[in-house]
RNA sequence: GCGGGUGUCGUACAACGGUUAGUAUAGAAGCCUGUGGAGCUUCGGAAGAGGGUUCGACUCCCUUCACCCGCC
């Protein structure tokens, strides 16, 4: 089942709150959802997740269909049982990572992308089918069209020729979702793409939203530069049905959330509070000093940390800054220890997950400008 | 005590009678937006001591000190 409800819209932007219902439960918008690429979260238990407050977690298609498979993770009983997530799980459909891998490890045609696996170079194929079918067996309730994915500074024929692919592997992605989903259990995201160019963003906008896919994803929007990413993403909105699910594809800086938040975006899927949290960078509130100019982090791995008491942040109500210092943070990271990896983690998500209820709650007080004002100016 | 060997960044190793003594790792600072417990960038850091040979010694010689191995 998919379903989605606009609870509040602000008076003065197109921020908006909602909830997404699906066959594992509700997410309340804005959401930011933590990316579980193998299948978990890393470092960090389900039940921190839940504890935390996340109501989903996105996985990734790639990672998962090379190993374990997703005819082994459909005969465990699905991703939500096989790894004890029995709340809403997004797949991404592997467009991104392909896109990514390095140094010619993929080739591209119309029909789809050939790619060599990064665990032990064997070769596979992903088309749109392929894509769609993969996600099917690993079975998350909300799932992607498979797209190109593009480096932003393509020139214009390129991206042009790009879109006119991904245009195509939509409507087969569409096709075949159908055909596999005749018991509605899953909803697919169509994705929008075009590079840099206002027109061409408009065109897939426009394209994207006349196949009838339940929800739509913005794709290869970097966060830098952050005029020209903003100036995508809000014309791209503008033809976009103001009543579906607006996911942005793999944007998580704070600066940027309230940004696209007050375009109207509902969801965000990022690596950074997870990724950075492992090598040591600890988010802060604004009240503790986190601001655009330091990316609302710090390094916890520098050596002015080594015997400070005070907790990662003041102002933060979360397990970890109630219990530890920055001292044993600093010293967990030194010496490796795997602790350092699940408190940085909780706390970073904590973070999140408190700012994402505070944004909620600002738009439906009409105060989200304030609150706005308050992190970013 | 005798014989042999080795002494170079914190650690492990390298080169060379002649520009600025190299590499790895550790250290310091920074980077990471749909993969990355990884990776990348930058910086700081060394000839056991003393003497001799030489235009010039980390390199060759001597003394001394330290450590290692073997023997009694």
Redesign the pocket.
């Known amino acids: 089942m998919f379903n989605f409800r606009i609870k509040h819209k602000a008076q003065n932007s197109q921020a908006r709150t909602g909830i997404i219902s699906t066959s594992h439960g509700k997410i309340n918008t804005p959401a930011f959802i933590p ?1 579980a ?2 299948a ?1 979260v ?2 960090l238990t389900p039940i921190q997740l839940e504890e935390i407050g996340f109501e989903a977690v ?3 298609t ?2 998962l269909y090379l190993r374990p498979g997703a005819a082994l993770v459909k005969k465990m009983g699905g991703l939500q049982k096989f790894m004890a997530w029995n709340k809403p799980l997004f797949t ?6 392909v ?4 140094n010619g490890l993929c080739e591209v045609n119309d029909d789809g992308v050939t790619f060599k696996s ?1 665990i032990d170079a064997s070769k596979h194929i992903f088309t749109p089918e392929k894509s769609m079918q993969i996600q099917r067996k690993l079975g998350a309730d909300l799932i ?7 480096a932003l500074n393509a020139d214009y024929e390129t991206t042009k020729k790009s879109l006119e692919r991904t245009h195509a592997w939509a409507v087969r992605s569409l096709r075949e979702f159908k055909r596999l989903n005749k018991d509605k259990k899953q909803a697919l ?1 169509g ?1 929008v ?1 075009g590079g840099r160019f206002l027109e061409l963003r408009q065109k897939s906008a426009k394209f994207i939203s006349s196949l009838g896919f339940d929800a739509i ?1 913005i ?6 530069p ?1 005029d020209e ?1 903003r100036k995508i993403v809000e014309h791209t909105l503008k033809f976009l049905p103001p009543g579906k699910p607006k996911h ?6 704070v ?3 309230f940004t696209y938040v007050e375009m109207g975006m509902d969801t ?5 509070p ?3 949290a ?4 600890i988010y802060i509130r604004p009240e503790s000093g986190g601001k655009p100019e ?2 609302f ?3 916890i ?6 015997s400070d008491k005070k907790p990662l942040d003041g102002h933060c109500d979360c397990y970890v800054c109630q219990n530890f210092s920055r001292a044993y943070l600093h010293h967990l990271f ?1 010496a ?7 408190l940085a983690t909780y706390h970073n998500l904590y973070f999140f997950a408190r700012m994402m209820r505070e944004i909620r709650e600002s738009i439906e007080k009409d105060k989200f400008r304030e609150l706005k004002r308050k992190w970013v100016k």
């Not at 992607?144 to 593009?150: E, G, I, R, T, V």
């Open positions: 990316v690429t193998q978990t890393k470092a996105l996985c990734n790639y990672h991404d459909s592997g467009g991104f990572q896109f990514s891998l390095k990064h992607f069209a498979f797209d190109q994915c593009l995201y994705i793409q994803g794709g290869s929007i970097f966060g830098d952050k990413s942005l594809l793999g944007i998580g800086a600066e940027d959330i965000f899927d990022c690596v950074l997870t990724r950075l492992r090598v040591g960078y330091n990316k982090r710090y390094r791995t520098t050596s002015k940390f080594k030194k490796e220890e795997l602790l350092s990896y699940t």
